[in-house]
């Protein structure tokens, strides 16, 4: 999911809007080039060193059971300085994350950033199933700390898929629908010019004509680009 804010006042965090982006392997690298200030964080990233880790990792970035009120407070705290910091590093004036455990984060980001917005792609479970398996079969080797099957690989993409689905689902109607648009990964792929104007409406986002230059030159690039899906 990514996760954008927009800049109100001069490095003002606690007033702006973000926007939330999501899932793994959505298609989502097709919004992130327009415009907006991009920042992936490192957090769900320790997955690949640790692979057999990955259930407790994504449990703990959900906060079930593993945070209590003081340490949930002093993350909120950090992922607000961390923001404060990726806008005025990059002298923009709207932080977009893309970050997979914020899709199950819904509730605890509403209660940051009221007005957030969220773009949910939905695809295919087995293309999204067959692209991650190709990412971690070619991340994995020359990171993992630890010893993982492809059984295991196989079993972590399908419970964590699972997981992160039903907590969208069951978080999302917390999200006020002027603030949220779901859109297919098809149609993204086979119009994305329009699929990215409809968002920039749907969400109330300006300078579209601006970003729009940058749209159709990445989109030019990925004319190149050849999905690969295996099994």
Do not use: C
């Not at 997955?47 to 079930?64: G, M, Q, T």
């Not at 932080?95 to 819904?106: A, D, E, M, Q, W």
């Amino acid at each position: 999911m990514v996760l954008a804010v927009r800049r109100k006042k001069q490095h003002a965090v606690r007033r702006a809007i973000p926007a939330f982006i999501n899932l793994w392997r959505d298609g989502s690298f097709m919004v992130e080039e327009h415009g907006l200030e991009v920042m992936r964080e490192m957090q769900d990233y320790d997955v690949y060193i640790k692979p057999k880790d990955i259930w407790l990792d994504l449990s703990y970035a959900h906060y079930e059971g593993f945070l209590d009120s003081e340490q949930l407070r002093k993350w909120k705290s950090s992922y607000k300085l961390l923001i404060k910091k990726a806008i005025k590093n990059t002298k923009g004036n709207r932080y977009l994350s893309k970050n997979p455990p914020n899709t199950g984060r819904i509730k605890v980001l509403l209660e940051m950033f009221p007005d957030a917005k969220f773009i949910h792609i939905h695809r295919n479970p087995i293309e999204v199933f067959l692209s991650t398996q190709n990412f971690y079969n070619k991340m994995l080797p020359p990171l993992q700390l630890q010893s993982i099957s492809k059984e295991e690989i196989d079993l972590n993409i399908q419970r964590v898929y699972k997981k992160i689905m039903s907590d969208y689902l069951n978080q999302k109607e917390l999200i006020p629908s002027k603030n949220l648009i779901e859109v297919s990964y098809d149609e993204l792929e086979e119009n994305p010019t329009a699929i990215l104007n409809r968002i920039y409406e749907t969400l109330n986002f300006d300078n579209y004509d601006l970003a729009s230059k940058n749209f159709e030159n990445y989109i030019d690039k990925l004319k190149s680009y050849k999905k690969i899906l295996t099994r």
